[in-house]
């Protein structure tokens, strides 16, 4: 089974850094689409960064200049480098990622935990 684990949450000064990263393993065979997605206490959830297979990548207007999305495909890793926090990107961030495994024939998307980034103001 697929399983995508996200580390490098915590806590973090206004206008300092964080930076994400969400692993998958198991019985990967090909990955698509990658990305991170956030929820914040009273707003709705919202697609903070994408990345395709090719490199390609999207921002929420809210993050873009600030947050850089990558991935490692050797390791089968997504990286979010998270510059000049605000106190509203405090939320739970999740790591989504489609994935073809040995037993689907088609792209399913995993998800990860979730992970809490807060900063303080």
């Known amino acids: 089974q697929v399983q995508l684990v996200e580390s490098g949450g915590g806590l973090v000064q206004g206008g300092g850094s964080l930076s994400l990263s969400c692993a998958a393993s198991?019985?990967?065979?090909?990955?698509?689409?990658m990305g991170w997605y956030r929820q914040a206490p009273g707003t709705q959830r919202e697609l903070v960064a994408g990345?395709?297979?090719?490199?390609?990548?999207n921002y929420a207007d809210s993050v873009k200049g600030r947050y850089t999305i990558s991935r490692d495909n050797a390791k089968n890793t997504m990286y979010l480098q998270m510059n000049s926090l605000k106190y509203e990107d405090t939320a739970v961030y999740s790591c989504?990622?489609?994935?073809?495994?040995?037993?689907?024939?088609?792209?399913?998307?995993?998800w990860g935990q979730g992970t809490q980034v807060t900063v303080s103001s």
């Open positions: 990345i395709t297979s090719g490199g390609s990548t």
């Open positions: 198991g019985s990967i065979f090909s990955i698509n689409d």
């Open positions: 989504y990622a489609d994935i073809k495994s040995g037993r689907l024939s088609r792209w399913f998307r995993y």
